[in-house]
C-alpha cells in the first residue's frame, strides 16, 4: 500500500512542479511584454503612465483563469491511466507564450528595432525548401547588410 501512495505523491509533486512553472513562465512573459512596450513608448516619445502596470496585471490574471481551465481538463485526464502529465496546461501555456511573443514583436516593431527584422527573417529562412534556398537568401541578407 505505502509503495502505490509513493507512487502518486511523486506523479502529484512533477504535474505540480510543472504547473508552477507554466505560471512563472505566464508572469514573465506578461511582464517581458510590458518591458517592450514600455520601451517602444519611450522610444516614439509617448507618455508614460501608470496603467501598463495595471493592464499587465488583468492579463496576468486572465491567463491564469485559462491555465486554472486547463488544469481542470487535466484532473479529469486523471481517470485514464495514460495520462501522467498536465498536458492541458502545457498547451495553455504555450498558447500565451506564443501571443506574448507575438506582441513583444509587434511591440519591437513600434520602437523600429531591428530585432524585429530577425523574426521576419528567421521565418523566410525556415519557409525555403532547400538548403541552397536558404544559403541564397542569407546571402542576400549579408549583402543588403553592407
Request: aromatic share 10%.
Given at each position: 500500500?505505502?509503495?502505490?501512495?509513493?507512487?502518486?505523491?511523486?506523479?502529484?509533486?512533477?504535474?505540480v512542479?510543472?504547473?508552477?512553472?507554466?505560471?512563472?513562465?505566464?508572469v514573465?512573459?506578461?511582464?517581458?511584454d510590458?518591458?517592450?512596450?514600455?520601451?517602444?513608448?519611450?522610444?516614439?516619445?509617448e507618455?508614460?503612465?501608470?496603467?501598463?502596470?495595471?493592464k499587465?496585471?488583468?492579463?496576468?490574471?486572465?491567463?491564469?483563469?485559462?491555465?486554472?481551465?486547463?488544469?481542470l481538463?487535466?484532473?479529469?485526464?486523471?481517470?485514464?491511466?495514460?495520462?501522467?502529465?498536465?498536458?492541458?496546461?502545457?498547451?495553455?501555456t504555450?498558447?500565451?507564450?506564443?501571443?506574448e511573443?507575438?506582441?513583444?514583436?509587434?511591440?519591437?516593431r513600434?520602437?523600429?528595432?531591428?530585432?524585429?527584422?530577425?523574426?521576419?527573417?528567421?521565418?523566410?529562412?525556415?519557409?525555403?525548401?532547400t538548403?541552397?534556398?536558404a544559403?541564397?537568401?542569407?546571402?542576400?541578407?549579408?549583402e543588403?547588410?553592407?
Amino acid at each position: 500500500m505505502e509503495k502505490y501512495v509513493g507512487f502518486i505523491t511523486q506523479d502529484l509533486r512533477a504535474g505540480v512542479a510543472i504547473i508552477f512553472t507554466c505560471l512563472v513562465l505566464i508572469v514573465a512573459a506578461c511582464l517581458l511584454d510590458m518591458w517592450t512596450g514600455i520601451d517602444a513608448a519611450r522610444a516614439n516619445k509617448e507618455k508614460i503612465c501608470s496603467r501598463p502596470l495595471r493592464k499587465t496585471g488583468t492579463k496576468i490574471v486572465d491567463y491564469y483563469r485559462l491555465v486554472v481551465f486547463f488544469v481542470l481538463i487535466d484532473i479529469l485526464g486523471l481517470c485514464f491511466p495514460w495520462y501522467n502529465l498536465p498536458y492541458g496546461a502545457v498547451i495553455g501555456t504555450a498558447g500565451v507564450l506564443f501571443v506574448e511573443g507575438f506582441s513583444v514583436v509587434e511591440n519591437m516593431r513600434k520602437k523600429k528595432s531591428h530585432a524585429a527584422d530577425v523574426a521576419d527573417m528567421a521565418a523566410k529562412i525556415v519557409e525555403c525548401l532547400t538548403p541552397e534556398e536558404a544559403q541564397k537568401l542569407i546571402k542576400k541578407i549579408k549583402e543588403d547588410k553592407k
